[in-house]
């Protein structure tokens, strides 16, 4: 269990037992006042099996316009980043903290990421990754720190619930300032490593 939620509850979203069950009670949901504002909700895209997933703030332009996350300026440098780490975007699992578009994609209020982190952490335990690499601040504050600045802890493993947590910045800030391009490859590097090795380890294992 993840979360405040308690293990014998009743919770719907503890009933669902699959991706596709979750998204379907997602896409009623009207927990904050963001649903009002945009096209629809972003529930995440990618491999329901991934040992790594990547988590973003929440939905711009274009993610609400095709309901999908990262597929604007900013998810096709996430694309590359991917492919020059030699991870395989069929592989992975991405979803933001927020699932709806803020407005003018203003960041999105404390109260807002409450009220939707638990779509997020089921998706989370359905998923069981073993491997979390969260895009930028948001993402940073909303999954494991409230407080945490991304300056600060990007580039080091985190430890969240057994899940190995990689902080880095957001792709939106690497087009913003380049100057932050090398030191997002040096954490994607880190990453590209241990992924490497849990699929070599997981390979082994699964041949013995
Ligand atoms: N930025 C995010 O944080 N998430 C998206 O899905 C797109 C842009």
Not at 65 to 86: M, N, T, W
Not at 101 to 119: F, Q, Y
């Amino acid at each position: 269990m993840i979360g405040q939620r308690s293990l014998f509850s009743d919770d719907p979203l503890e009933m669902c037992t699959d991706l596709d069950q979750l998204k379907e009670l997602n896409l009623q949901c009207r927990r904050c006042g963001l649903r009002d504002g945009c096209n629809g909700v972003v529930f995440g895209k990618g491999n329901p099996r991934a040992r790594l997933m990547l988590i973003g703030e929440g939905p711009g332009a274009e993610e609400d316009r095709q309901g999908l996350p990262f597929v604007g300026a900013a998810g096709q440098l996430l694309d590359k980043i991917l492919a020059a780490a030699e991870i395989p975007v069929e592989e992975v699992y991405i979803a933001n903290i927020v699932k709806c578009r803020p407005p003018n994609n203003r960041v999105p209020t404390r109260e807002e990421m409450d009220a939707c982190l638990p779509w997020l952490w089921r998706q989370i335990e359905l998923i069981s990754p073993a491997i979390i690499v969260l895009l930028g601040s948001t993402a940073l504050q909303g999954l494991v720190d409230p407080k945490g600045r991304i300056t600060r802890v990007r580039g080091q493993w985190l430890d969240w619930n057994g899940i190995k947590v990689m902080p880095t910045y957001h792709p939106a800030a690497l087009l913003r300032d380049p100057s932050k391009k090398k030191p997002a490859w040096e954490d994607f590097k880190k990453v590209r490593d241990l992924y490497r090795q849990l699929k070599e380890r997981e390979a082994r294992l699964n041949l013995a």
